[in-house]
C-alpha cells in the first residue's frame, strides 16, 4: 500500500489521540530538562546543563502549541506526563533524554504526514518547526555523549 493510502485512513479523532500522547511526551520532556539541566554534575557538563535549560523552555513552546492544536480539532489537551527517568550519573540522563528525543522525532515525522492526510497544512507547519528544535536537542545529546547524530527514522503508523 502506498505511504498516501496509509496515511489516507487516520481520523481527527485519532490525530487528536496521537497529538495528546505526543503532548505527554513534551510535559516529560520539559519536566527532564528542568530537572536534568540542575542537577548534571561536573565542569564537562556545565555547558550542556545551561542547554538543557534552554531546551525545557522550547519544550514548554511545543507543549502549548500542542494543547492549542488538539483544542482546535475538538480534543481535550492531556494533563499528564509520560514517566521521566533519572539517574546519579550525568551520561545517563543524556542517554534517557537522548533516546527520548528519537521517540519524539519519529512520532512527530509521522504526525506531519498524518496531519497532511487531513489537510490539516497548518498543523504540519507547527510539527515541522517543532521537528527543527527537537532535531537540534538530539544533535546536542549526541555531541554531548561524544556520539554522531543518529537518524531516529519514522513512527510505524
Known sequence: MSETKKS???TKEKLIDLLNEDLKREF???IAY???SQVLKGAQYMNIADELEVHSKEELAHALKLSYW???LGGMPAVTAKEVKTSDKATDMLRFD???EKETIRNYRRRVKQA???DQFALSEDLREILRDESDHLNALA???GEDT???GIADE
Open 28 to 30: 516529560q520532556a520539559v
Open 116 to 118: 497532511d492526510a487531513l
Open 98 to 100: 537522548l533516546e527520548n
Open 34 to 36: 528542568v530537572n536534568y
Open 70 to 72: 488538539i483544542d482546535l
Open 143 to 145: 555531541t554531548a555523549l
Open 150 to 152: 543518529p537518524d531516529p
Open 8 to 10: 489516507a485512513s487516520i
